[in-house]
């Protein structure tokens, strides 16, 4: 059967599978087919009296100047307020190839008040390797602003010390990609489960045929490919439109300590239990009184303290979980006790430790 016919029908079976499924391209990468990080270190010129004047600064204005052929004597100490020293980079993404562009980011590193107006200077982006895949120059885009006036009064709008340079990068080396060697691809999962794994081989061999993938571990799929380059792209091509229905996530309580979001999953379950919450508020409050005696009786006029205790217990129900109450029970039930965010991380917490809470409790 020629190759194009074969992947027709493959795309007719894809198209034809439950709409609930989700693709492999959503919830799994490919092995190798992957973004990789540049970095440089630059200099921005041309800023309107917003620059730096650091040791590092003159250091990295004379090197530029001795790459020129203009050497200054080591105890000149240049001016200069319109430079900065910066930190470029930014993402290469996979098989990009020499010749075409991509944004990079500037980060002043020293005391630059603003790096708007200002042109970074050819700066060498590096791997990890040490190699360098790129190179940077341009004009920068800065959003925010600063404001200073004679009285020390500043207004600081969004980060004026970060800018970026839409199309600032040429790439001048590409990145060998394993893509295109070797009988096999591996998807890796984006969240790991063995559940899923397995069923995304199995979805991939209904298609196929038998043996054709298998689940290595919880992560990875691998799966046989044609060697020609060609057609392991029109394979690819059909493999990630394959449609897979996930394992459903495992029971979880997902707690945010500083900002009291709570987030319950759908598996969460209770135990038998009883939960009550109730408050208890104590007022103290102190009066100052003047006794005065009897002038006949020869005593003195004192100041005397009265303090006076309150103790309000404000009363709340009881509620009873059944077993395998379930996470509509269990939100309108604390819903109705009225309890606040920390009050529920503190319910939450205890289900836990009384073993009635039936999943993971995750503070974050």
């Known amino acids: 059967m020629k190759a194009k016919t074969l992947i027709g029908m493959l795309l007719f079976l894809i ?12 919830i799994a990468n490919v092995q190798g087919v992957r973004n990789n990080q540049l970095i440089g270190y630059g ?10 004047k650091t040791r590092y600064t003159e250091q990295t204005f004379k090197t530029m100047l001795k790459n020129f052929g203009i050497n200054l004597p080591e105890s000149f100490r240049p001016k200069v307020k319109n430079v900065a020293v910066v930190a470029v980079h930014a993402d290469m993404p996979p098989f990009i190839k020499p010749g075409q562009t991509l944004d990079v980011t500037v980060s002043s590193l020293g005391e630059a008040k603003s790096l708007r107006g200002g042109t970074l200077l050819q700066t060498f982006l590096k791997g990890v390797d040490g190699n360098v895949y790129a190179i940077a120059q341009g004009s920068l885009v800065v959003s925010g602003f600063s404001a200073e006036g ?17 199309n600032g990068g040429i790439i001048e080396r590409a990145v060998v990609s394993p893509f295109s060697s070797g009988d096999f691809l591996t998807f890796n999962l984006r969240r790991a ?18 043996g054709m993938a298998r689940p290595l571990d919880a992560s990875s799929i691998q799966v046989s490919a044609p060697r020609d380059v060609s057609q ?10 394959i449609q897979v229905e996930p394992a459903s996530e495992a029971a979880k309580v997902i707690v945010n300590s500083r900002t009291g979001t709570i987030v319950v ?22 009066a100052t009184q003047v006794s005065q005696p009897n002038p006949l009786a020869g005593g003195e006029t004192v100041v005397t303290s009265e303090s006076t205790i309150d103790v309000a217990e404000d ?7 059944d077993p395998g109450t379930t996470l509509d029970e269990l939100v309108r039930a604390v819903n109705l006790v009225g309890a606040a965010p920390s009050d529920v991380l503190a319910i939450l917490e205890a289900l836990k430790m009384a073993g009635a809470l039936h999943g993971e409790l995750i503070i974050i």
Do not use: C, W, Y
Not at 43 to 52: A, C, D, N, R, S
Not at 268 to 282: E, I, M, N, R, Y
């Open 15 to 26: 198209i034809a599978m439950p709409a609930d499924a989700q693709r492999i391209k959503d």
């Open 232 to 241: 392991r792209v029109s394979f690819l091509s059909v493999l990630e439109n």
């Open 193 to 210: 489960d063995f559940s899923t794994a397995k069923a995304m081989a199995d979805a991939i061999n209904d298609l196929l045929g038998a």
């Open 43 to 52: 200099m921005v010129v041309g800023l309107p009296g917003t620059g730096e």
């Open 315 to 321: 009363s709340r129900r009881m509620f009873m979980f």
């Open 150 to 166: 004679l009285d020390g009064s500043k207004v600081i709008q969004n980060t004026p010390t970060v800018g970026r340079i839409p």
């Open 265 to 286: 999953g759908q598996n969460v379950q209770l135990f038998p239990a009883a939960v009550t919450h109730g408050g208890l508020t104590v007022t103290i409050a102190e």
